[in-house]
């Protein structure tokens, strides 16, 4: 699963343009109303999973149609801006995670949700679509990064499993001991990304930006510490650049030959590992002062131009948080459903690798927050993950590196 934080770049103009030439009343519909619904999250095999969906809701709606529009991921983001540049957005649409929700909501394309059953849904993604009390969109799908690793390296090396109170010492202590060069073996593996950086960040008490958002924070005592935990692995518990890290399914490729102990990767690998003759399980991932976790939302949205809002906004309700939807995502494996009764998700819990799936939810309860600045979102991903990646080839210091970063991102904020 390509976790790419995808960004709406340019929304200003094109909320201006979307709004021309919208009625200011709409007219009731007199018979059976169409809505339109573009999105990515079925596309890649799950186009039939998403019919399912639709057929129930139909059933269930007999007065509402639903046309959909899959495009594939990569291109969504683009396509959605070009609509709304048109006035022409479908009446709902899928919104790539938190930090592509922050600029929509902000420009004004998105319609607020009223009356909905807030209890149906984990309380912590359904904030993440919220803003100053309001629900501007609703969370369909959830996925987490948590710590996977190999039982028969542990047994080997006699080092005990991970546990929910393990600390990054704990796991460093774990990763050296696992660690057998000699034998091609690395007791560790976490990548040297924005995304992995933001989360230790707060995994250590602090945040990547200031309070207000205006000025980045990281370059502080906390933040050199996180850096380097990420920095530090490379050549001593984890594999260095040249010897192949950070490049495609380097990690995964190693975990399923049986020569990597420990390995930080979203709950999308699951299928990836079937078929790995190693014995492995999962735990939630270490934190230094506080655990915190990096979770993966899909989410929904109704358009601010919609003709029948209404309407709209039960298709959205019913992809979000439908018994159908549930059971539909469950049976197929098609990310998980962001319910807030776990009674529902039992048999999620008993399909076998990992054994200990209740790790995945018990991420989920404390997320560390994805930065989000708007338009720049790309530039500062990529200015962060740049300088740590300089500082983990040692062309530079951890110091170096983050005041680097540090002035380049201070300058997109600045505009």
């Not at 929304?11 to 573009?38: E, R």
């Not at 192949?244 to 380097?250: L, M, N, R």
């Not at 989920?364 to 300088?387: L, R, V």
Request: aromatic share 8%; proline share 5%; with cysteine.
């Amino acid at each position: 699963m390509n976790r790419k934080l995808m960004v709406a770049v340019g929304l200003a103009g094109v909320v201006a343009l979307a709004m021309t030439g919208c009625a200011s009343s709409t007219p009731k519909a007199s018979g059976p109303v169409t809505i339109t619904y573009s999105n990515f999250i079925s596309n890649g095999g799950n186009e039939k999973n998403l019919a399912k969906i639709v057929t129930a809701f139909e059933k269930k709606n007999p007065n509402i149609k639903v046309t959909v529009k899959t495009l594939p991921y990569d291109s969504y983001g683009t396509a959605l801006q070009t609509d709304l540049a048109a006035g022409t957005p479908a009446d709902v649409f899928d919104i790539n995670g938190p930090s592509s929700y922050g600029p929509y909501q902000a420009n004004g394309v998105l319609a607020e949700l009223k009356g909905v059953d807030s209890g149906k849904y984990n309380k912590a993604l359904l904030d993440s679509y919220a803003t100053s009390g309001k629900q501007y969109a609703l969370p369909t799908s959830f996925s987490d990064v948590v710590l996977y690793y190999n039982k028969d390296l542990f047994d080997k090396a006699g080092v005990k499993y991970p546990t929910s109170s393990w600390t990054w010492k704990d796991e460093t202590a774990a990763a050296e001991k696992l660690t057998d060069k000699a034998a091609g073996v690395w007791g560790d593996h976490q990548p040297v990304t924005y995304n992995e950086y933001y989360k230790t960040l707060v995994q250590n008490g602090t945040t990547f930006l200031s309070k207000n958002g205006k000025k980045a924070a990281f370059n502080a005592p906390a933040g050199i510490e996180a850096a380097k935990w990420l920095v530090d692995k490379s050549g001593t518990t984890m594999p260095t650049i040249a010897d192949g890290q950070g490049t495609a399914d380097f990690d995964t490729n190693l975990f399923k030959a049986g020569k990597l102990a420990m390995l930080h990767t979203g709950i999308w690998v699951f299928g990836a590992f079937a078929d790995s003759p190693a014995n492995w399980d999962i735990a939630i991932e270490p934190g230094n002062t506080t655990h915190a976790n990096a979770v993966f939302s899909n989410g929904i949205g109704v358009s601010a131009t919609s003709k029948h809002p209404a309407e709209a906004q039960k298709w959205a309700e019913f992809m979000s948080a439908s018994e159908t939807m549930i059971s539909v995502r469950l049976d197929s494996g098609w990310e998980l459903p962001t319910t807030s009764d776990t009674a529902k998700l039992a048999t999620y819990l008993t399909k076998g690798k990992p054994e200990n799936r209740q790790a995945v939810f018990d991420a989920a309860k404390k997320i560390a927050p994805a930065p989000s600045i708007g338009d720049n979102q790309s530039a500062m991903q990529d200015a962060i993950t740049g300088e740590l990646v300089e500082a983990q080839a040692g062309r530079e210091t951890v110091e170096v590196a983050l005041n680097n970063a540090e002035k380049k991102i201070n300058a997109l904020l600045a505009g």
